[in-house]
């Protein structure tokens, strides 16, 4: 994995028509073009220890409420995850 000393991680939001829109990013080591197609498959894990649900629950759950899920990626550079949600007016 590396060192992780300098590591950081910035989260965003902004709106876009009736959606908000949640960005994760860090700069980390990016993510290969062959682990991808795999992050949200239930129990695909590169670590040791972890079942590999996290993610593919995830997208379940954003999926279930309307939204979309999904990432893009840069080999040294690190990765961008963005959530986007109904917004629902308050009733």
């Known amino acids: ?6 590591g950081s991680v910035t989260i965003t939001y902004e709106q876009k028509d009736n959606m908000v829109v ?3 990013h860090d700069k980390g080591s990016g993510i290969g073009e062959d682990m991808q197609e ?3 498959v239930p129990y695909f894990t590169t670590k040791s220890s ?9 997208k379940n759950m954003v999926e279930n409420s309307g939204g979309t899920i999904w990432f893009k990626s840069v080999i040294g550079q690190g990765s961008t995850f963005f959530v986007a949600l109904p917004l629902v007016k308050p009733s």
Do not use: A, R
């Not at 972890?50 to 995830?58: E, K, Q």
């Open 1 to 6: 994995i590396g060192d992780t000393s300098n």
């Open 22 to 24: 949640v960005s994760v």
């Open 38 to 40: 795999k992050l949200f």
């Open 50 to 58: 972890g079942t590999g649900i996290g993610l593919p629950m995830t």
